[in-house]
């Protein structure tokens, strides 16, 4: 008996050319529903913090942690409903519009939000080279910059259809045109994360951190090559060596979530650094060999 992969069990039989049922649509959707909701929620979770801040409450930095668990969620949820449409053949307009606001939401103003309040807003008063207002007016500026840097991202996304990056990989392979913003605010999330919660009270670290939002907002916009992950097929077969590194980063995720968090979703945000400067690199060197050679030839 022929199993049914579930495309075909979707399928509405009284179509000719095969389309899926109404309800099919729904199924992708839902996992989109989810993604707002934990948006609002991880915001909701920043204002009680704050609130709690103010108080004095010694359980403050949970409400931080629990937005960041919240939009560390939403980043799986957001890599799951856009399978599940390519998966049962139910992608459309009104999905593609809906998943661009929910990230607006979930991985742009959730993770702004909480750079400002969990980064800025509780430091102490740093030096005389500059008061607590001035950074804090700087705070504003650059989680705006990152919420601004990932909205022209999804907007660029849903308006070109063959992007093109500036430093192109292998033709087989699909990439990201800059950095996505699920991946912007994955690292948000996963340093807030791994500090527990706890605002940050030192203006150094504030300062850093305001950097760190800064150069989110730069490589959402640009032109650097990303690798997306979506020509991987979970159905196929995997190797041996492929299911021991899944297990191994499963067991870390369960019982060193904060490491392991923080260095995956470091090592992505780096990626595309260390291929842009790689290929710079290789640029100059094949440049300069062709000079080389022209000399030679002279």
């Known amino acids: 008996m022929r199993t049914m992969s579930l495309r075909d069990r979707l399928v509405d039989p009284k179509s000719i050319d095969r389309r899926p049922r109404r309800a099919a649509y729904a199924l992708p959707t839902l996992?989109?529903?989810?993604?707002?909701?934990?948006?609002?929620?991880?915001?909701?979770?920043?204002?009680?913090?704050?609130?709690?801040?103010?108080?004095?409450?010694?359980?403050?930095?949970?409400?931080?942690?629990?937005?960041?668990?919240?939009?560390?969620?939403?980043?799986?949820?957001?890599?799951?409903?856009?399978?599940?449409?390519?998966?049962?053949?139910?992608?459309?307009?009104?999905g593609r519009e809906m998943d661009s606001l929910a990230d607006c939401i979930t991985f742009g103003i959730a993770p702004a939000v909480l750079g400002v309040v969990w980064g800025i807003q509780f430091v102490t008063p740093p030096t005389d080279l500059f008061t607590l207002d001035t950074l804090r007016h700087a705070g504003y500026f650059f989680s705006f910059i990152f919420l601004l840097c990932g909205a022209a991202r999804l907007a660029r996304f849903n308006i070109t259809k063959n992007p093109i990056p500036k430093n192109p990989g292998k033709p087989d392979r699909k990439y990201f045109v800059g950095l996505p913003i699920p991946a912007g605010a994955a690292v948000v999330a996963?340093?807030?994360?791994?500090?527990?919660?706890?605002?940050?009270?030192?203006?150094?670290?504030?300062?850093?951190?305001?950097?760190?939002?800064?150069?989110l907002g730069f490589l959402m916009v640009s032109t650097w090559r990303y690798p997306?992950?979506?020509?991987?097929?979970?159905?196929?077969?995997?190797?041996?060596?492929?299911?021991?590194?899944?297990?191994?980063?499963?067991?870390?995720?369960?019982?060193?979530?904060?490491?392991?968090?923080?260095?995956?979703?470091?090592?992505?945000?780096?990626?595309g650094i260390v291929i842009r400067i790689g290929g710079a690199v290789r640029r100059h060197f094949r440049a300069r060999r062709e000079h080389e050679a022209e000399q030679q030839l002279g």
């Open 31 to 94: 996992f989109t529903a989810g993604n707002v909701f934990l948006g609002f929620y991880a915001i909701v979770q920043i204002i009680q913090g704050a609130l709690a801040m103010l108080q004095n409450a010694a359980s403050a930095h949970l409400y931080f942690q629990t937005a960041a668990i919240a939009i560390g969620v939403a980043v799986f949820l957001d890599g799951l409903d856009g399978r599940i449409a390519r998966m049962t053949n139910t992608t459309s307009d009104f």
């Open 228 to 271: 997306s992950f979506k020509d991987i097929n979970l159905m196929r077969p995997r190797s041996f060596l492929v299911v021991i590194l899944l297990g191994s980063a499963i067991y870390l995720i369960l019982f060193f979530s904060q490491p392991t968090l923080l260095a995956l979703s470091a090592a992505y945000l780096a990626t």
């Open 190 to 215: 996963s340093v807030v994360y791994a500090c527990n919660g706890e605002p940050l009270r030192w203006w150094v670290f504030s300062a850093a951190w305001l950097a760190l939002l800064a150069l």
